[in-house]
C-alpha cells in the first residue's frame, strides 16, 4: 500500500488556509489544521471529514502544536499499514 500523505496547515479555520486543506483532504491527504479561532476550527474540522486532526494555535501553545503535528504524522503512518 503507497505511504499516505500528510500535510501540517495553520490558520485552517478560514480564507486560504481552509480551502488549502479542503484541497488536500480531497486530494486524500492527512490533515492537521490549527488555528487561533476555536470555532472556526471546529467549523473546519467537520466540513473538511475524518482525515483530518485539529488543534488551538498560539504563540505559548508550542507543546500542544508540536504534539498535534506528531499526531498528524503518527496516524498518517498507521493509516498506510
Known amino acids: 500500500m503507497p505511504e499516505r500523505k500528510s500535510i501540517f ?12 486543506a ?26 473538511i471529514g475524518s482525515a483530518t486532526q485539529a488543534g488551538t494555535n498560539c504563540g505559548s501553545c508550542r507543546p500542544a502544536i508540536a504534539r498535534l503535528l506528531e499526531a498528524t504524522l503518527t496516524d498518517t503512518k498507521e493509516a498506510a499499514e
Not at 479542503?22 to 474540522?45: M, P
Open 22 to 47: 479542503k484541497r488536500f483532504a480531497k486530494e486524500g491527504w492527512f490533515v492537521g489544521l490549527a488555528d487561533v479561532n476555536r470555532a472556526g476550527l471546529a467549523s473546519a474540522l467537520a466540513a
Open 9 to 20: 496547515i495553520t490558520g485552517a479555520a478560514s480564507g486560504i488556509g481552509l480551502a488549502t
